[in-house]
């Protein structure tokens, strides 16, 4: 998907911080079926259940579901391959990806570098483990 196309289906997801089942089957053209179905298959959909047990969708997990099917429909990936490319996606380190989109660090990458507070911290941290065990 270009940029540009890829920003249109962006555009098209309303401002809303939780969706259910059928706006997001609605949003992406599949039936609710098949988006239960793609949450066992697909480890990174995992929607949230209101208390009478309603899927809600959050805007990432919208994102998600657009990518899966872009993945399935267009380019054609079997579910293995699918889940194999978002998992690598959601592996690779910051830094700018090939269209020179910043990607999000790992935890680790971003407190590599230490410095005095983060020691201090760290030795605090240890300190209070020490004493509940």
């Not at 872009?70 to 998992?87: H, P, Q, S, V």
């Amino acid at each position: 998907m270009s940029d540009a196309a890829e920003e249109t289906a962006v555009q098209e997801i309303p401002d809303k911080l939780y969706f259910r089942i059928g706006e997001v089957s609605h949003l992406a053209g599949v039936k609710p079926y098949v988006l239960r179905f793609w949450e066992n298959e697909f480890p990174s959909l995992m929607p949230r259940k209101s208390g009478a047990g309603q899927r809600l969708y959050r805007r990432k997990d919208v994102e998600t579901v657009l990518e899966i099917k872009r993945l399935l429909y267009e380019k054609r990936y079997t579910i293995e391959g699918a889940r194999k490319f978002l998992d690598s996606r959601s592996r690779t380190p910051t830094g700018e990806d090939a269209q020179g989109k910043r990607r999000p660090r790992g935890q680790a990458e971003l407190f590599r570098t230490g410095g005095p507070a983060l020691d201090a911290i760290r030795t605090e941290l240890r300190a209070i483990l020490e004493l509940l065990r």
